[in-house]
Every structure is written in C-alpha cells, then in structure tokens.
C-alpha cells in the first residue's frame, strides 16, 4: 500500500525556492489550491504540488 504524504507551506516552499509568503500569496491569488486547510487557517498540500506548475508569470 502506497502512503501518500502532505507537505506544510514551508516545506512547499522549500522545494520550490521560494518564501512561505510567497506560496501563500498564490493561494489567496487563486493560482494554487491546497489539499487541505487546516482549522487553524495552515494549508497543507501534496507532494503533487512541489513540482506542479503554478501558472504564474
């Protein structure tokens, strides 16, 4: 059985190599949508989405 694993916004922004701000500027300008938001308002996102385009120009 394959786990799939989530990724924190800092860790998303690690991969990428970018600021955790940055990754969550895309999410509230709608150009990357987390797995999942957390009650906390923390966004999770898969391991999908490190490599994933982002649309962004």
């Known amino acids: ?3 799939s ?3 924190t916004t800092r860790e998303l922004a690690q991969r990428r190599g970018v600021t955790r701000q940055h990754i969550a ?3 509230r ?3 990357l949508t987390p797995a999942t938001t957390l009650s906390n308002g ?3 996102f ?3 989405q490190a ?3 982002t ?3």
């Open 5 to 7: 694993s989530v990724l």
């Open 29 to 31: 300008d709608g150009k």
């Open 55 to 57: 649309g962004e120009s």
């Open 42 to 44: 923390a966004y999770l």
């Open 51 to 53: 490599n994933a385009e």
């Open 46 to 48: 898969t391991e999908d």
């Open 1 to 3: 059985m394959q786990t």
């Open 25 to 27: 500027r895309l999410v």
